[in-house]
Each structure stands twice: as C-alpha cells, then as structure tokens.
Nanobody
Framework: QVQLVESGGGSVQSGGSLRLSCGAS????????MGWFRQAPGKEREGVAH???????AYAASVKGRFTISRDNAKNSVYLQMNNLKPEDTAMYYC?????????????WGQGTQVTVSS
C-alpha cells in the first residue's frame, strides 16, 4: 500500500509558475512509477506527466515545454514544475503511483491539490 500526499497548489495569474510536490510512503520508491493527473470541472481526468523509475518521462502535448516532472528517490518525492501557466491549466491535480513491474494503470492516488490560473 502506497500513500501519497500532494502540496503546492494555489492561485496564480496567467504566465506564472507553481511547483507541486508529492510525498510517497509505504513502498520502495525506486520501484515506483509516478504520474501527475488533473481534472477540471465537467471534464475527464487527464494524464499530465509521468516519471518512470529508469529516469524516463512523458508529457501530455498540452503541457510539453511548460511543465517538468522530476523525482528525488532519496526523499520519496515527485515534483511537477509548472511554468507559463494558462487559465486552461486550472484543475485539481492528483499525484498517482504504481509499481513499475505491475504494468500500466495507477493503483494509488493522492487527495489532490487545486491549481487556479486567472487571466
């Protein structure tokens, strides 16, 4: 069982930056693949960024070049640096985890942190 706790959300003006953090406990972090998802009101949840335990990363087209996912295995944490934020980035952001060896599908989720971008 992996527990996740996000922090770092808030309100910012268009063009601003925020950094989300997610701390994990209950598993060997170096074996865990991490992801960030978001869900805006009335919309489906979408994957934003993913971090493999081999250093690989992947991004949604809508955030590529603006968002950066990183991880610190020593701190059991993953981060999402969000730059040049746009109003359409407004959503609840969730941290998710899965054991990389299990395959696709995130099994563990945080409680979410709100990001609001005003124009």
């Amino acid at each position: 069982q992996v527990q996740l706790v996000e922090s770092g959300g808030g309100s910012v003006q268009s063009g601003g930056s925020l950094r989300l953090s997610c701390g994990a406990s209950g598993g060997t972090f170096s074996r865990i693949c991490m992801g960030w998802f978001r869900q805006a009101p009335g919309k489906e949840r979408e994957g934003v960024a993913h971090s493999g335990n081999d250093g690989s990363t992947a991004y949604a087209a809508s955030v590529k070049g603006r968002f950066t996912i990183s991880r610190d295995n020593a701190k059991n944490s993953v981060y999402l640096q969000m730059n040049n934020l746009k109003p359409e980035d407004t959503a609840m952001y969730y941290c998710a985890a899965r054991f990389c060896s299990v395959g696709f599908g995130y099994a563990y989720w945080g409680q979410g942190t709100q990001v609001t971008v005003s124009s």
